[in-house]
């Protein structure tokens, strides 16, 4: 039976506020400061001094701007580091407004093609009131990166730039939910009125071109040709006239895509360790690419990630980096607030309920780049983030482990560093992994 709150409760809560030591100084540094500011722990600064026995040298950080592209940045990071390496061309980026321009036009596909497969469904339905909700946005996968890659190739930054919608995306994005909406409604309706396949495949084409109208204007046409000229840190000059954005992936990058697989760690009961997953309307394009994760207990992926930082390869890694992170000193720990000692309360929480509860899921991936091994156990590990070169040690972060084994969700592994058991593991899983639902907290990573 509901009962409400007293005014005797309220007396009783009251009087106990007094019998918790420094509750006063704790009140006057919060309601001064700000929670966060009042709990901050200056040992966090020490013990996350950003030196790293195992580091691998990566030149200046991305800036994703007003956008949320971090998964796009951090993909395309690890492509650019070796071609960096090799053709000695500092600070050189891919275009991340490239493989942008094609994710939100294969996103609009993707979304009417569901809005089709569902439209004998009630608009009140939970998957379809998903569906509806956030028709395409800035967020995704590695592998919805990489099949866009691998159809439509890549290009250097200088040949298709940032533009203002790319760099802040939130005008372009409502722009064209706005219209998504507006065209999935009339594609349910032509599906319910008895109009053939090809007659809404027709329609369905018309709204396409909308889409790529709005895209071409906002962030210009994609090249199919190009000349890369660049010169390099020696002062030698390079030039290929008439490449096109696959041949230069291929000669350039030569990234074997297929050979990097997604392992995540996910301690809850509904998904057992070695067994590979996926996540029901996660995806770009349709028939490409499906998203895989391969579920290890976070030793194991900690263990895959230092074995292949100590062969010279950066990993890109999805984690929750809203929680217990200082962006301006670029800290992650989670001893960095220490708010359970300011308010004489208990927070803790296993990994495993921050993912079932809500309270945690992946919202932004970066790439780790470093390491700190005392006795070949880590204790803190160096991150490339894409905020640009101010926050943190000019762009870069310090992560804990133990903020590793709360926050960090997926890692993308060289399969060359898996065990021949995990490796038929993925292979045979991948055939028919078992599906999430939409809204599980392993695909939050798209759909933010």
């Known amino acids: 039976m509901t009962k409400e709150i007293t005014e005797q409760a309220i007396a009783e809560f009251t009087k106990d506020l007094a019998n918790h030591a420094g509750s006063n100084i704790a009140a006057n540094a919060a309601q001064e400061n700000g929670i966060y500011k009042a709990s901050q722990n200056t040992q966090s600064k020490i013990d996350l001094e950003p030196t790293f026995s195992v580091e691998i ?19 395309l990071n690890t492509m ?12 050189f980026e891919l275009s991340q407004n490239y493989t942008n321009f094609w994710d939100k036009f294969e996103k609009s596909n993707w979304f009417f093609e569901n809005v089709i497969a569902s439209a004998n469904q009630p608009l009140g339905d939970r998957k379809v009131a998903f569906l509806f909700a956030t028709p395409q946005q800035d967020g995704g996968q590695w592998d919805m990166l990489c099949g866009l890659i691998e159809k ?34 009339e594609l349910r309706e032509l599906v319910n009125a008895g109009k053939t396949d090809q007659e809404v495949e027709d329609r369905k084409n018309e709204m396409l071109n909308d889409v790529f109208r709005i895209l071409a204007i906002s962030l210009g046409v994609p090249p199919t040709k190009f000349d890369f000229e660049y010169r390099d840190d020696d002062n030698n000059y390079h030039r290929e006239a008439g490449i096109t954005p696959k ?17 995540i760690n996910s301690p809850t009961a509904d998904k057992p360790y070695h ?6 309307y996660l995806g770009n394009i349709v028939d490409g690419r499906q998203v895989r994760h391969l579920n290890l207990e976070v030793a194991e992926m900690k263990d895959l990630i230092i074995k292949q930082l100590q062969s010279g390869e950066v990993v890109w890694f999805g984690s929750n980096v809203g929680k217990d992170s200082e962006r301006q000193l ?9 708010r359970d000692q300011l308010f004489d309360i208990d927070l803790s929480m296993s990994k495993a309920d921050k993912l079932d509860s809500g309270e ?60 021949d058991k995990v490796k038929q593991e993925f292979d045979e899983g991948s055939k028919n992994p078992t599906q999430l639902l939409p809204w599980d907290p392993m695909g939050a990573l798209a759909f933010k």
Not at 80 to 91: F, G, T
Not at 156 to 183: G, I, Q
Not at 330 to 337: A, C, F, Q, R, V
Request: glycine fraction near 6%; proline fraction near 4%.
């Open 247 to 263: 041949a230069f992936f291929d000669k350039y990058v030569g990234m074997n895509l297929e050979d990097h697989v997604s392992i």
């Open 275 to 280: 067994q590979v997953f996926s996540v029901e």
């Open 57 to 75: 040298a990566t030149g200046k950080p991305a800036d994703q701007k007003q956008s949320g592209r971090c998964w796009m940045f951090s993909a």
């Open 360 to 419: 945690s899921m992946m919202d932004h991936a970066m790439v780790i780049t470093g390491v700190d091994l005392v006795d070949d156990k880590p204790t803190k590990w160096k991150i490339e983030n894409s905020w640009g070169d101010k926050p943190g040690f000019k762009g870069y972060f310090v992560m804990s482990d133990a903020w590793f084994d709360d926050f960090v969700y997926q890692a993308v592994i060289n399969k060359k560093f898996l065990s």
């Open 80 to 91: 650019r580091h070796p071609m960096q390496k090799e053709y000695k061309i500092k600070d």
């Open 330 to 338: 670029g800290l992650l720990d989670t001893k960095i607030y220490q």
């Open 152 to 185: 439509y190739g890549i290009v250097p930054k200088s040949v298709y730039p940032e533009t203002a919608n790319s760099n802040n995306s939130s005008a372009l994005n409502d722009t064209l939910n706005t219209l998504l909406r507006k065209d999935g409604l």
